[in-house]
């Protein structure tokens, strides 16, 4: 069986390194990207099961970029786990399609479990 890819889009690079490594252990083949313009092209090349997404990056922010993924053909039904600093964007998420959301901080176990649960709905 495949293994499971999973695209990392976030403007924190230690955080990117680490989650990177934990999914990677955990059985994951893991692309990274740092930036909504860097994650949209390689969703385009890589086609993941799954994007991991901070909604806060500087140029095309995570919310632009999951406009144009869900506008583009092969990629637009991507499952999605948005990172974001605010938990009030719950009915924002809901109304966008998002599989799951994970407030900032949070612990890499919390990540793994939202993970596991998104790829076993699909």
């Known amino acids: 069986m495949a293994r499971k890819k999973i695209l990392v889009v976030d403007n924190e690079v230690m955080l990117v390194d680490l989650l990177q490594m934990r999914l ?6 893991v692309e990274c990207a740092h930036d909504g313009q860097e994650g949209l092209t ?3 090349r ?4 799954l994007i991991i997404l901070d909604i806060g990056m500087e140029g095309m ?5 999951l406009k144009e993924l869900r506008c583009t053909d092969g990629i637009k ?10 938990g009030k964007m719950r009915d924002v ?3 966008e399609g998002i599989s799951d959301y994970i407030t900032k901080p949070f ?16």
């Open 107 to 122: 612990e890499a176990d919390e990540l793994l479990a939202s993970v596991g649960r998104t790829l076993k709905e699909g």
């Open 77 to 86: 039904d991507t499952k999605v786990i948005m990172l974001t600093a605010s």
């Open 46 to 49: 890589v086609r993941p099961d």
């Open 61 to 65: 922010d995570g919310y632009t970029m």
């Open 42 to 44: 390689k969703a385009q």
């Open 93 to 95: 998420f809901e109304k």
């Open 24 to 29: 990677e252990a955990s059985g994951y083949e």
